[in-house]
Every structure is written in C-alpha cells, then in structure tokens.
C-alpha cells in the first residue's frame, strides 16, 4: 500500500512538471504571454477581470511613478535615505505658509492706516495639484508638495487656520474615498480627513461660514478646483487673494531637514556630471543616458528637461543637468574640451567666467552688510557689469563712454541665460520678477548659470574668440554670516582639474609620469657611475 501511494506520488509529481512546462515554456517566459494562456476558472468569467497588459496600461498611467502615492515610498529603498516630507516638517512647512500669510495683512493693515494693528487674522488656503497626462510621469506642483507629501494627480488641498490659534488640513481626491480608505490616506498624507472632489465646494462654504476668514487661492483657468474656488467665494460674497508671491517667498527660506536633502540632491549632480566627463566621450545621447543611470545609482531621479548635452563646432562639450531628491532640486552645468585640453581663447573665456563668480560670491558675502548687492536681479544687474568689462579687455567691446543701460544691452547679447540667478528648491527653479526683487537671506540657495558667447559674425572680436561659447553654472547656500556654500564642488571647476578629469587628459598625465619616471630611473642608473668617477678623481 505504501508503496503503491509512492509511486502515485512519483507519477503525479511527473506530469504536473509535464504540465507546467508546456503552459511555459523557456520561449514564453513574458508575463504578457503566459498568463492569457492559462484556463480561465468559472469565477473568473463571472467577474470579467481585465487582461494582464491592460491592468498594467491602466495603473502604470494613473498611479504616479506606476505605485508611488508619496515622495517617502521614493527613498524607501535608500539606505541613508534624507527623508524631508516628515509631519514634523510639514507641520512646521504649514505654519510658515500661515504666519506669512498673516503677516501680509498686519503689513496691509499698517499701510491703511486703520487702527485694527492686532488684528487676529482667520485664513484658508486652497492649494490646487497636477493633473494627470496620459503616457507621462506626474510632476506634483510645488505649492501643494511643500505642504502635503501627496503625488496623487488631481489632488487639492485645503489649509485653514481659525482666530483661535487652530490649523486643519483637508484633502481632497477625484475619485470616491469610503470610510476606512480616509483613514488610511489621512494618515499616509498627514491630514485631519481625506474626502471626494466633489465636496469640496460644501466645504469652503461652511469654512467660510463659520470662521469669515481670508479666502487664498491662485486662480487657474483651466482647473476644475480653480473654478470651483470662485464659485464659493462668490456665493459666500467674499473676495479672492492670490498667494502666489507670498507662498514663492515663505519656500526660498531653507530648513534644515531641505537644506539636507538640496545638498545630496546636488552632491548626485555633480558627482555623476564628474563621472559622465570622466568617462570617453562618443555622443551626446550617451552622456545624457550614462548621466541618468549615475543619478539613478545614487538613488536620485534625474530630470529629463534639465538634461542638455551637446558638442559645438569648436569641441567643447556643453552639459546643463540636473536631478532631483525627495523632490529637491540638483543642478548644474559645465564645458570641457573634447581632446583634452582648452585652446588659450578658450581657456581664457572660461577662467573669465571663474573670475566672475568669485566676484558675484564676494557680492553676496558684501550684501548682509549693506553691499551693493541686496537682491537677485541686483547680482544680475552686477554681473552684466561684470561681463561687459571682461568684454572690453578682451576687445570685443569697443572702448567708449556708455551709460550702465547701455552697458547692459550690449553685454547681454553675450550671455545664453536671460536671467542667471535663480531660487532653487522643490520642483522647477523661480524666477519671476517679483520673487527676484525681495533680499537676499540666509537659508537662500540660488543658482548661478554663467555663460559668455561670442557669434561667429562679430567683427570687434580677435578671430580665435570668434564661435566659443562657455558656460559655468553652480548652487550655493547663503549661511547666517551671509557666506557661501557651493553645493556641486564635487564636480571639478578649475581648468587644470577639468584637464586632468578628462580621459585624453589622463592618458597625457600617463605618458609624461612615465616619460619622468624613466628620466628619473636613468639617473639612478647614472648615479654610480658619477660616485665612481669622483672616486677616481
């Protein structure tokens, strides 16, 4: 009997293996084409499921990054992971926005001249996410990211603060949201309740109601939370103020936990840009991707529109990059010679642009104490003075009396960035006018992009200079002394480091330490021979 059950075993075990290698084979090991072949179970057809590649069409496109609903499941798989987005770092991103907002009002109410200075303000701030594209990955808006760790498309949320001292968040979500999926997302997204898309207006009005707070919101006109925000504010009879500038300024001061995750997002910048310069140039296509996949290595998300590499007529590879970390961003840029060496007039252009960031470095150093540099469109105004005199030295401008405006039109002609300073932080840089004009404070990082670009049909220029185009670009932090930090000095700056970073540079280092080295052994060879001949005289 025992032995009868065995061979039962034996049997069975064969033509299940039998079985299963014919349902997959060596030949169909993809997922897409194994599973339509297996035999559809009766509850199966009576549910009517969905097949394998339409389930992954469908959730790769809907769900950000295909799975990811916060930037922390992101830096899961980091090791020393720089974890931002923290409740304790929302809470205090979330006060910030507040007391700012509060203190435009004081400073509203000191310019009318009213007699209410301590007015005790009510706020609701309704901030508006990204929607969805399809076939494109989600790039949450920054407004909504600073305040909530929330990548799910169509999101809004809804900020308040009431006269009493008492803050609330409420998230909103298109799709419908049951009881116990609220309190997963509450918690997930650090919020007081999670509802549909569809509440949101009943919402406002009873907060309106209740608290006659300030409405914020900035108005889009293609976005369904934007008119849903005018419709309640206009049925609540209350006006609609932009936060646009407010909010701008309340991100460019830095915490510590960003000041963190800026400084590795643009350490992975420039280490891989080192790598990429480091490594045989071939293409332009295969810098960009070995600079994706060193990004990637090191466990940051580059950014495919910051990515631009190219080789110029004269052989100077032009690389502008960046990458982001937990959202922060990393970026810079660089030239370097594509046989090893700059040319003198390209080695001089490029040790003007060296020049000139020191000085614009001193400049901000200069500004906590009543420099002549207070603000980021005073350090462009600054470098564009910069610029026309090394122009001018270098005879491309010629000499004669112009008056600062002139100088500025004529220098700009010269330069590839219509602004060169810039707030860096979550998402895309900011550069509008108005968030350009405020002072420059400690806990800034700014952006500096320099550049010189001298076209093939200027006539002033010598005719080495004619066609060159450099470009120098880095991120510093303003520390409390108003000194600067770079944060991309890992990537090599000076000519001679660029030089010996480069592959034809290193081969050339080789051959000339063998050439020393062979020097060197002839005259250790030479030398007893000379200790004889003096022995001998």
């Known amino acids: 009997m025992l032995r009868l059950l065995r061979n039962f075993k034996y049997f069975s075990r064969r033509e299940l293996q039998r079985v299963c290698s014919t349902v997959a084979t060596c030949d169909r090991s993809d997922v897409h084409m194994v599973l339509p072949s297996v035999m559809p179970s009766e509850f199966a057809k009576r549910i009517r499921p969905l097949p394998v590649p339409e389930l992954i069409e469908k959730f790769s496109n809907d769900a950000p990054g295909g799975q990811f609903a916060t930037i922390a499941e992101y830096l899961q798989s980091d090791p020393s992971s720089v974890a931002v987005l923290v409740p304790q770092e929302i809470d205090l991103h979330r006060k910030m926005v507040l007391d700012d907002l509060n203190a435009y009002m004081h400073a509203k109410d000191a310019f009318r001249e009213t007699h209410g200075f301590n007015r005790i303000f009510a706020h609701v701030l309704v901030v508006a996410g990204a929607e969805s594209i399809p076939r494109c990955p989600l790039r949450q ?79 889009d006109p293609s976005s369904l939370v934007s008119r849903i925000v005018e419709e309640a504010a206009q049925e609540a009879k209350m006006s609609l103020c932009n936060p646009k500038y407010i909010t701008q300024y309340t991100r460019t001061v830095k915490t510590t936990r960003e000041l963190s995750a800026l400084r ?68 810079l840029a660089r030239c370097w010679p594509s046989a090893g060496r700059f040319t003198p007039p390209q080695k001089m252009l490029y040790g003007a642009l060296l020049d000139m960031q020191r000085d614009l470095c001193s400049l901000i150093q200069s500004s906590g104490s009543e420099g002549a540099v207070r603000t980021p469109l005073e350090l462009h105004a600054a470098y564009l003075i910069l610029l026309g005199r090394y122009l001018w ?15 500025f039109e004529l220098a700009r002609k010269y330069s590839c960035s219509p602004i ?10 900011d550069t509008s006018r108005k968030l350009l004009d405020y002072p420059l404070t400690p806990g800034n990082v700014i952006s500096l992009h320099l550049s010189i670009s001298i076209p093939d049909d200027c006539c002033q220029a010598y005719p080495e200079f004619r066609g060159i185009l450099c470009q120098l670009g880095d991120t510093f932090h303003i520390r409390d002394d108003y000194s600067v930090e770079v944060l991309t000095d890992l990537c090599p700056t000076e000519p001679q480091a660029i030089e010996v970073c480069l592959p034809a540079g290193r081969a050339r280092f080789s051959r000339l330490k063998a050439v020393a080295d062979q020097d060197e052994s002839c005259d250790r060879r030479r030398l007893p021979d000379l200790e004889g001949e003096k022995q001998i005289a």
């Not at 631009?308 to 052989?315: A, F, W």
């Not at 270098?394 to 002139?406: D, G, H, I, M, N």
């Not at 060169?420 to 840089?429: C, I, N």
């Open 264 to 331: 590795r997002a643009n350490a992975i910048a420039a280490d891989s840009m080192a790598e990429v310069m480091a490594q045989p140039q071939h293409s332009s296509h295969e810098l960009a991707t070995s600079f994706d996949y060193m990004c990637r290595m090191r466990y940051g998300q580059p950014d495919e529109s910051k990515v631009c590499c190219r080789l110029d007529g004269n052989g100077l590879w032009q690389m502008n990059a960046g990458c982001q970390y937990g959202g922060y961003e990393g970026g």
């Open 141 to 219: 808006k920054s407004d909504l990211l600073y305040l909530c760790d929330c990548l799910r498309p169509g999101a809004a949320l809804v900020l308040y603060r009431t006269r009493k001292r008492k803050t609330g968040a409420l998230l909103f979500l298109p799709e419908d949201v049951d009881s116990q999926l609220s309190t997963i997302y509450s918690e997930m997204h650090h919020v007081d309740d999670v509802l549909p898309l569809a509440m949101i207006k009943k919402s406002l009005l009873w907060l309106l109601k209740d608290h006659s707070p300030e409405l914020w919101h900035s108005p």
């Open 420 to 429: 060169v300073v810039s707030h860096v932080g979550l998402g895309k840089r």
């Open 393 to 407: 030295e270098l005879r491309v401008l010629p000499k004669s009396r112009r008056s600062p405006a002139e100088t």
